[in-house]
């Protein structure tokens, strides 16, 4: 399974930028994707994850009102778009995908088996 990340960038404080990761996993009932990030000399931190099947999201609190992952089904592909930006939001964003996550795992970076290679977002003041 290979998950590609686009659409990192730089803004300034208070912009918008959108994240984009395509799977090429035939998306199945029990298939989860979610975001991930990691700023320098932080542990990797979990943003946002949406169940394929039911379109359940959950969003740390962060990120919640600012942030909104969505999917989209013809092209497996999941979206963030990422609003308000701040400072604190500088880091490299992952896509992750895992199967049959129970809600408890949620947030757990382990519990994602796919990766896909890191974007930038750094947003300046």
């Known amino acids: 399974v290979q998950l590609q990340a686009s659409g990192g960038g730089s803004v300034q404080a208070g912009g918008s930028l959108r994240l984009s990761c395509a799977t090429s996993?035939?998306?199945?009932?029990?298939?989860?994707m979610g975001w991930f990030r990691q700023a320098p000399g932080k542990e990797r931190e979990f943003v946002a994850v949406?169940?394929?099947?039911?379109?359940?999201?959950y969003y740390s609190e962060s990120v919640k009102g600012r942030f909104t992952i969505s999917k989209d089904n013809a092209k497996n592909t999941v979206h963030l778009e990422m609003n308000s930006l701040k400072p604190e939001d500088t880091a490299l964003y992952y896509c992750?995908?895992?199967?049959?996550?129970?809600?408890?795992?949620?947030?757990?970076?382990?519990?994602?088996?796919?990766w896909g290679q890191g974007t930038q977002v750094t947003v300046s003041s």
């Open positions: 992750a995908g895992g199967d049959r996550l129970i809600t408890s795992t949620l947030r757990a970076a382990s519990a994602y088996a796919y």
């Open positions: 996993r035939r998306t199945a009932t029990n298939w989860n």
């Open positions: 949406i169940r394929w099947s039911s379109g359940y999201t």
